[in-house]
């Protein structure tokens, strides 16, 4: 039996069962990482003795007849900007390729207390500032749908290790899109929680008023179930809310009867691949069959959405990468003769290309000539397309869209910066809004997987987990496997 194969839901049966121990299903992980990974890249560490040893723990509970939770035992990967005490966390940087961490973040403490097990630490875009995973300092992730494809990004080793069967269940980040497109990219589940539902703690910081962790999964159901571990008040986020946080699996129904769906007109113009349309469309046209409601609502700002996140990311991303001045944490230059000299050495070879842009946009962007003109304004709209998805709020109790206007492109560098931005416009507006988005795979445009959007109202997961299940559960798109086909 395929183990890799299977979703974390189907593997804790497995395990209570005694059908399969945890140590056996770890090493028929790591078995199936040394088979695809040299095609893949999708991990920069990994943690083999550790795992097996917690692995082997369960087992033990198990043997003993004790209860164990849903996650324990089932073998899952970390994105690498997630810090793991003792496990290396690099955010895929040089500035950061020696970092081992003395505490764990919120939603790591969490999971280890479910007892689940952490193969390693996935590739990522440097800093989580991309869609790609090119600028990963330890080189490109491939998508294992085509491998000369890009997985998307930032979380694309999240991704990609689910699509390769190198994970069971992963966790990435999204603070424009980079859960919900790379699980697009690779036909996986992505769920980016409402802001505040998951705390930030621990999570190195791109842009505080947008990140968020979250799950990448085979399937809705592993997704509840990772939500249901990682969610919750943390008193080391002042961002995190102390709100109720349901059980998410009560949300797995599979029934849209009466369920109101708003389209944004806007999500489906100009720059929207035909084909990726036509999978769409056609996602629509069931859940009508399946006695949903189909209303067509307006976004009006969305153009200005990219635009304002270009200044508000950068500028967040300013403020909080400047402890990275080689004194405190990570790379240093050890040739400077002065500390000015040092930390300006330090941080132009420790940071890529794209961190770097990102830096000088948002420095210049709140420097004090410019403050208002950019910065300010750029805050205003936010509240307006805020206030957009209040106004389609009162039409409709899910927004349904693309996840991304495109499927994966070729790794071949050939796209500019800012037509990549630009692909973004229908993940970046749910991150300026707060809201909860998922992504679900709902069909395939030229041999690649397609993903289909879902946005909620704040803190409303539980109907966008229903709706992406009743489709899960009348497809079979998720159930398709990654070829790992291409030149690669
Ligand atoms: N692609 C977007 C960017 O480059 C989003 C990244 C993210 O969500 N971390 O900023």
Redesign the pocket.
């Known amino acids: 039996m395929e183990l890799y194969k299977l979703t974390a839901h189907e593997l804790h049966e497995k395990l209570v069962n005694k059908e399969v121990s945890s140590v056996e299903l770890t090493n028929a992980l790591y078995e199936r990482i040394d088979a695809v990974e040299d095609k893949v890249n999708a991990y920069v560490t990994l943690d083999k003795e550790n795992a097996l040893a917690q692995a082997a723990k369960v087992d033990a509970k198990i043997a003993a007849g004790e209860e164990i939770a849903p996650l324990a035992g089932v073998p899952g990967a970390i994105k690498d900007n997630i810090s793991t005490k003792g496990l290396r966390t690099t955010c895929s940087s040089k500035m950061l390729s020696n970092l081992i961490p003395i505490y764990d973040a919120h939603v790591i403490k969490n999971l280890r207390a479910d007892e689940t097990i952490f193969l390693g630490k996935t590739n990522m875009?440097e800093f989580?500032?991309?869609?790609t995973t090119e600028s990963s300092f330890f080189g490109a992730t491939h998508n294992p749908w085509n491998l000369d494809r890009v997985p998307g990004?930032?979380?694309g080793g999240s991704a990609a290790a689910i699509a390769a069967g190198e994970a069971i269940w992963t966790l990435g980040?999204?603070?424009?899109?980079?859960?919900r497109?790379p699980a697009s990219f690779n036909g996986c589940v992505g769920i980016k929680p409402t802001y505040g539902r998951v705390s930030r703690y621990g999570c190195v910081a791109?842009a505080s008023s947008?990140?968020q962790i979250g799950p990448i999964t085979k399937d809705v159901t592993d997704a509840a179930l990772v939500l249901n571990t990682i969610c919750g008040k943390d008193e080391h986020d002042s961002t995190s809310l102390n709100v109720e946080v349901p059980d998410f699996t009560k949300a797995l129904v599979a029934d849209v009867k009466g369920l109101r769906i708003g389209l944004p007109k806007e999500y489906f113009g100009e720059g929207l691949d035909p084909k990726v349309k036509a999978e769409i469309e056609k996602a629509v046209k069931q859940y009508e069959a399946m006695g949903a409601e189909i209303v067509e609502v307006s976004l009006p700002h969305t153009e200005y959405a990219v635009i304002t996140?270009y200044i508000i990311?950068p500028a967040e991303a300013s403020a909080n990468l400047a402890r990275f001045d080689g004194v405190r944490y990570g790379y240093r230059n050890t040739a400077a003769t002065s500390a000015p000299e040092m930390t300006t050495m330090s941080r132009t070879e420790g940071f890529g290309a794209e961190v770097k842009r990102r830096i000088m946009l948002g420095t210049y962007v709140l420097s004090s000539g410019y403050y208002d003109a950019y910065y300010k304004k750029a805050m205003q709209v936010r509240t307006l397309i805020r206030k957009d998805f209040e106004e389609a709020f009162k039409q409709c109790d899910v927004l349904l869209t693309p996840t991304s206007p495109v499927v994966a492109y070729p790794i071949d560098g050939k796209m500019d910066p800012l037509s990549?931005?630009l692909l973004?416009v229908t993940?970046?507006p749910v991150?300026m809004a707060g809201l909860p988005g998922i992504s679900v795979p709902c069909g395939f445009a030229d041999g690649m997987p397609v993903g289909m959007q879902l946005i909620g109202k704040p803190l409303d997961e539980a109907t966008i987990l229903r709706a992406a299940y009743t489709f899960e559960q009348a497809n079979e798109y998720h159930k398709v496997f990654a070829p790992l086909g291409g030149n690669k």
């Open positions: 875009d989580a500032m991309g869609s990004g930032s979380s980040s999204d603070t424009g899109g980079s859960i497109q791109f947008l990140d996140y990311a990549i931005y973004d993940t970046i991150n």
